[in-house]
Each structure stands twice: as C-alpha cells, then as structure tokens.
C-alpha cells in the first residue's frame, strides 16, 4: 500500500530516544461517549449552549415535512428557510442524530424523552406509508417512482426536479443509525433497516450504469449507512447496495492517486470518501482505504487553510491559486470540516493509530468547529471568511435550517470522541481537554484537568480501583519542538520512549492518586497560505491567532429566515485598508509580543496602515465573535509595499464597485447559489473552466431573483465568449430583454453585458431571469446579478 505522508511529522519517528520495540502499537479502539465527561472549558459551555438551542427546536414542527409527505395531519407547520424551499426534512435527521450524541454524552433525560418522541411520531409515519420510507421531500414519491421506473434526470443538486432528495433521506438514515447506536433505541434500528429495504427494491430493476447517473446529485453517506447496516444485521446485500451507491467519478481518480477535486462542490464529496473508508473497514479492501486515505492527505495538506477548513463558495478552488479564499466572504464551510474530522477518525486506528491524524484533528476542532459555535447562545455558522476585515453570520433557532446547522447541532454532543483511545494494555491520550474517563476494562478512572492553550501543562489523575500496568501514550503534538515535552509522575521527571506513531510512552504499574503532569511547550509560528502567495497566520502551538478589527455594519449578524441568511453581506472593507505587516517573512513571528494574564493574548506591531500604527491584541479565534476580524495578514518589505497597495488597489475598485449596484447575484453552476434562487431548467449542464463555474443548456435555464425595494433595473451578464455560433434570448418574467449572438471569440475570453429590465417589470419584487437558447446552444454564463445602474466598473 502506498502512504504519502507530510514530512511535517518525520521528526517524530527519531524523536528523544531510539523507538522502543515494546511499546504498544496495536491497533486502538475508542471510548463509548458515555465513558467521557467533559469538565469545565470552553468546550463544556458549548455543549450546555448546545442543549439550550437543541430545546429550543419545536420537534413537532421538525416532524410537519414526515407528516404530510406520509398523508398524515401535521400537527402544527414546517419551519422556514430550508425546510419549507425543497430541503424539508433534512434537519430532523439531523436533530435524531444530535440528541442521540448529546444523551450518550450528558446522560440528559430530556434528550432521550424528545429523542424517543421523534422516532415514535416518524415510526407513525413509516407505518403510514407501508413500503419503509420515510422522508420529507416534498413531493417525492413522484421522483421515487419516476427512479424506479428508471427515469434518471440527475444533477449537482437536483435529482428528477427535488432537491438533493438522496442527500436529505441520508439525514434520516443517519439520524435512525445513531439513535440505535448511542441511544439504543430499538425502534430506530428496524425502522433503519426497513428503510434500506425500501432502497433496495428501490433501484433493483436499475443497472450500474443507472445508479452511477443518480450519484451525479449530491447524495451525502448513503454509501457509508448501508454498509452500517450490513454491519447491525450481518447481511453482504446490504454492503452491496453500499458498493453500487459508491460513485465512481470520485472514487476511480483516487484510486490512481490523481487529484482531479478543482471546481467540485466540497462537501458533496467528502462524505463519498467516508463510505469508501466504511465500506473499506467491513471487507478489508486496502485498495478502497488507500484511496481514502490519499483524498484526506490531499484536502489536509494541499486544499486547507490555518483553520483546517477548505473551501471557497462551497467549491475546492485551484491549489495554486488561494486568493478567492482572501478576496471572498463566503469562506470555509463547517460542514466541510464536521465531515473532515469525521474521515480523520475513521483512518486513525486504520493507519497505525499516527498522531498526525490527530494534529489536523486538534487543529481543526478548535479553530473551527468551536470557533463556529457562539459561545453565549449556541448560534451556529455556516461560512468563515478569511477575507480580511469581514465577519460571521449565526443562525437562530426559528429562523436557520441550513446543513451547516444540522451538523451544528451534532457537534458538541461528540466533543469528548477523540480525547482518549484504548488497546487492552494501553490508553492513549490525544486531546487537552478537562475531562473524566471511565476505563471500565481496566476499573480506572483518569481525571484530566487543564487550562490549556492558556497554560502549557496538563494534569492527569489515574485513579484505578486496584493497582494494574498499562502503557500511558501522550501524544507528542508536531507543534511541541523535539526534545521540549516533559513527563512527570508524581512530581518526579518520568522516562519516556517515544513511539514510531508519535507518542511519549510511560509504562508502570499504576496506584490510585498518581498524578501526571505533561508540558508542552509552546511557540509561536506561522502559516503561509498553500498557494504561496504573502499572506500568513499566526499559530501558538495548535491554536490560530486572531484581532478583532472593529464591529460596523454586521449586516445580518443573527439570521434571517431567506435563502441567503447565512452569508455575511455586510459592507465589505476593501482590501487596500487591511492591516498588512511591513517586515520580512522570516521574522513575522518576532513580531509579537506575549501580554501577562491568565488568558492567551498577545501585541501585533509594525502595521500599516496608519489606523493600526498603535498595533492590534491577537487571541485565540475561537474566543472571537460577533466581531469583524482577521486572521491572515499580508506581508511586505518597505519597498514592497507601495506596490501591493496599488496593485490591490486596482483589482479592489472594480469588486467593490459592483456590489455597490448589486441587488442579488447568482454564481451559475454554483450548487447552493443556485438552489437558493430556485433554479429550473430543461436540457441544461454545468461546467468548471479557467477558474469558473458555469452552466449552459440546449433549451433553457432560469432563476428568481430578489427585487425587494424594486430598485434593480438592469441585468449584468458575465460569460465565455465562443469561436461557434451561440445564441440565447434573454427574458425576465417572460418578458423579452435582448438576445446575445457569439460567433468567432476566443473560448477563454470572459464577456460582459448590461441589459435594461422590462419596463412593465421594474416594478416587481421577484423577476424570474431565464436563457432560452436558440438552435440548441447557448451561452455558457457564469455570473447573472442585478444592478441599480446601467454600468460596468
């Protein structure tokens, strides 16, 4: 089997002592939730903020979506936003899945009361419906249908006219798993299982070829709960339907080791690799699992960002090319990174148990999937920017149904999964977490108490009921400089091997009170952006470094209820007003200066411009909110400067211009830009070339476009030019508003255009914007907004 990995993590192979052949290296298991308590820390808050939001959630209007597609009386309505737009039902999956987390965790009472509920009321309805379904989506026994009949009209995100119906029905396969597995729920499990039996006769009469075509529209794990299933029942055929639910357009490039991910919807392939990890675990394919594992090395060490997100727009943009990822406020996805962290404990204990899973795993939970939680109401981000200067937007329970909320939900209920592992002699220690663990193989109890990443040092109390040896691993974080970290037993240095895998071992025949005391040293470095350009995060140890710029103008802090609630669209400050550091890039990390306190800060000197001649606290971005921010910096010498000012000056101007006029936007070919405008279309495609999106069709395309104050009067068109006759009307609530003919360009030129609205429109508050193409061609666009002013910056 090939394994690439970083070179980031070698040291730890030679590190302190020759690796001792005794040491333990087997393969480990994990800790059930309720074996983990978390104690008090910033990640105990957002497990209680979590709770406190978990109940806010009406479960009976999560059930409304169940209720009516099953032809049963809802009990009261939907919820807005995504769940009454096509998305219906996608969130009560989700919410099985977190209450489920949440009691194995907490053991709250509650949790498991609305947990059972829910199962009950959607039992009423799998009942109701008499085939195993059960679902939201609006409308959907017409698609099933249609699919089973082997009508197959597929998309990034439309299956036969639904919306992602595959993706929302995996939230409910997902949500009836775990409430079985961490809740034992029995109902759960038969309904789980009665459902996949709905999928198999489902696509039974439907070739490879047939099913392949359905995977083109986004359809979550599906592949990783059916071979859950095989797992519960024991039965191949469902590990089968795993298999031909694996999409091979992902899966195949991987294999070869060909990273062929620019321009695909991120997370819409993420969990495709995490049921070819599963399926990979069940029948030992090494194959399937290299592949897997040569995805995660891909996105971690070539597509991520200081944070451990990736993403621009919910897209993987090119590698070398990061600056959408600076210029954009629609940054890295949260789902993206649920999901991230999901595969790197999958691969863990497949590959050798290697602390470097667990160094992406540390620096991602802390810098984004806490960060994405407001720590004083528990609302939930969908984008980060990492546009300088720009903000958050936090969902609220009676308003935000995204996915970012549904997997915002699930995670404070699993904060404690990684913290420890286990193999029969030895506990492995991954995570700085306050906690307590109940070892009940080994009758131990280990307490662990820390102020970590305000302090350096973490206290571990063994307490077993009788005296009993095992090996201690500690992980040796790659941030911990070879030769800095320190074990002590009972307040005496300790000898340590450190393993092949990363860890500083201790073995001894353990007493109840024996205290650990583990110090990890910790510097600051920095981050270059990966495509190498002079932007940089500051890091201390594993956590990332953030100033808060200021509080004007957050537009949309708290979310609305509309399409586009999650997205910040408040003034954007330009990019030649960002705080750039005026020093070479060697010394970047001589420029901060540590404050004395309790908490992680520190003073950033020698920026320009002069706003910020005063220089600017750097804190953990966890602890940042409700705040504009920054988090990577621009580099310069004195001689660069003026420079970079001007030039970004110039590509500034133009942007920001245009958003001035901008009343609504769509990025065509884009999957959430357009599923929140309503896109309909016949004979249509999408494609991803020079850098954009696009989608084209032989007969036509549309899309609802917001008019709210009816101040938008002109559409502003961005497209391909073509060396081929191309020609599209272009109407605005059937109304004709021009016609554009190409003929003879350059296929990589990128045209523009204004078009005046109709007058007998510009009065109406939502226009349906369509191409209709002539001859069977049209334009391949890529942008459609609309302005208040007939121009072009």
């Keep these: 089997m090939k394994m690439k990995y970083t070179t980031l993590f070698i040291f730890l192979f030679f590190a302190l002592n020759s690796c001792d052949k005794t040491v333990d290296n087997s393969p480990v298991e994990y800790f059930n939730l309720s074996d983990v308590k978390l104690l008090d820390s910033e990640f105990k808050n957002a497990q209680k903020q979590d709770i406190v939001y978990l109940m806010a959630l009406d479960p009976d209007r999560l059930l409304a979506p169940f209720l009516r597609e099953s032809g049963l009386e809802p009990k009261v309505e939907s919820y807005p936003n995504w769940e009454n737009t096509g998305l219906d039902g996608h969130i009560g999956g989700h919410y099985l899945t977190a209450l489920s987390l949440m009691y194995a965790s907490t053991g709250d009472a509650e949790m498991k ?80 299982i009665d459902m996949t039996d709905w999928m198999l006769d489902l696509v039974s009469g439907l070739n490879n070829e047939q099913i392949q075509t359905m995977l083109e529209s986004e359809h979550g794990g599906l592949n990783e709960t059916f071979a859950d299933v095989a797992e519960i029942t024991g039965n191949d055929k469902y590990l089968d339907l795993a298999k031909k639910f694996s999409h091979h357009e992902i899966l195949d490039p991987l294999i070869e080791h060909h990273d062929e991910l620019t321009g695909k919807h991120a997370n819409t392939q993420i969990p495709k690799v995490i049921g070819y990890q599963r399926i990979a675990e069940l029948d030992g394919d090494s194959v399937w699992s290299d592949a897997s594992l040569f995805f995660w090395n891909t996105v971690v060490n070539g597509r991520s960002i200081a944070i451990g997100g990736n993403s621009v727009r919910e897209h993987f943009h090119p590698k070398d090319d990061f600056s959408e990822m600076i210029s954009s406020v629609e940054g890295p996805e949260t789902c993206n990174s649920y999901n991230m962290l999901k595969l790197t404990k999958m691969l863990y ?21 806490l960060a994405s939680i407001n720590p004083d109401n528990g609302g939930l981000v969908y984008f980060t920017p990492m546009r300088p200067n720009h903000y958050r937007v936090y969902s609220q329970p009676e308003t935000s149904f995204w996915c970012c909320v549904g997997s915002g939900i699930e995670n404070p209920g699993k904060y404690g999964e990684m913290i420890y592992a286990h193999t029969d002699q030895s506990l492995y220690v991954n995570l700085f977490i306050p906690s307590v663990l109940n070892w009940e193989d080994k009758n131990t109890e280990v307490v662990m108490e820390t102020q970590f990443p305000d302090e350096d040092k973490v206290y571990l109390t063994i307490n077993p009921n009788e005296k009993t040896e095992f090996e201690l691993h500690l992980r040796y974080p790659s941030w911990v400089e070879n030769g800095a970290l320190n074990v002590l037993v009972n307040g005496k240095e300790a000898k340590f091997q450190v393993s092949e895998n990363g860890y500083a071992v201790v073995k001894r025949e353990w007493e109840k009170g024996d205290k ?203 497209y391909f030019d073509s060396q081929y006759p191309r020609s599209a009307e272009i109407l605005v609530n059937n109304k004709s508003a021009g016609t554009i003919e190409l003929n003879g360009g350059d296929e990589d030129t990128i045209l523009e255009k204004v078009i005046p609205i109709p007058d007998s429109e510009l009065t109406k508050q939502e226009l349906i914007f369509k191409v209709q193409a002539s001859d069977q061609s049209s334009i391949r666009l890529i942008e459609v907004r609309l302005l208040t002013k007939n121009e072009i910056p």
């Design 349 to 369: 204990p497949t590959f050798g148990n290697n602390s470097k899973f667990i160094d992406y795993y540390e620096k991602t939970l802390y810098n984004h999937i």
């Design 113 to 192: 009361e609305r947990l059972d509920y829910m199962i009950s009321e959607l039992k009423r309805c799998q009942d109701a419906n008499g085939n195993g379904y059960v679902g939201g989506v609006p409308g959907g026994q017409t698609a099933w249908d249609e699919i089973k009949s082997g009508e197959i009209r597929a998309g990034g995100f439309s299956l036969n006219g639904k919306w992602v119906p595959l993706y929302n029905i995996h939230k409910t396969y997902a949500g009836l798993r775990d409430a079985w597995i961490y809740a034992g729920n029995e109902t759960a499990k038969t309904m789980l």
């Design 516 to 718: 650990v005391e583990l110090v990890l040293p910790m510097k600051i470095t920095t981050e270059q952006l990966e495509d190498g350009s002079n932007n940089y995060a500051f890091n201390y140890g594993p956590i990332v470094l953030a100033a808060k710029t200021g509080t004007e103008d957050l537009k949309g802090l708290y979310a609305d209820a509309s399409r586009m609630g999650h997205v910040a669209h408040g003034k954007m400050i330009p990019l030649k007003d960002r705080p750039v550091i005026v020093a070479s890039a060697d010394n970047l990390p001589s420029m901060l200066e540590k404050e004395s306190g309790n908490q992680l800060a520190f003073q950033l000197k020698g920026l320009y411009p002069e706003q910020y001649q005063d220089g600017l606290e750097l804190l953990p971005f966890y602890r940042i909110h409700e705040s504009r921010y920054n988090i990577y910096w621009s580099q310069a010498s004195k001689e660069e400067l003026n420079d970079m000012i001007r030039e970004v000056e110039q590509e500034e101007q133009a942007r920001i211009a245009l958003e001035e006029i901008t009343v609504d936007k769509v990025g065509c070919g884009e999957q959430q830009p357009e599923s929140d405008h309503f896109v309909k279309f016949e004979g249509s495609r999408t494609g991803y070339a020079n850098d954009y999106h696009y989608r084209e069709t032989r007969r036509f395309f549309s899309y609802n476009l917001k008019n709210p104050d009816k101040t938008g009067r002109f559409l502003y068109l961005k």
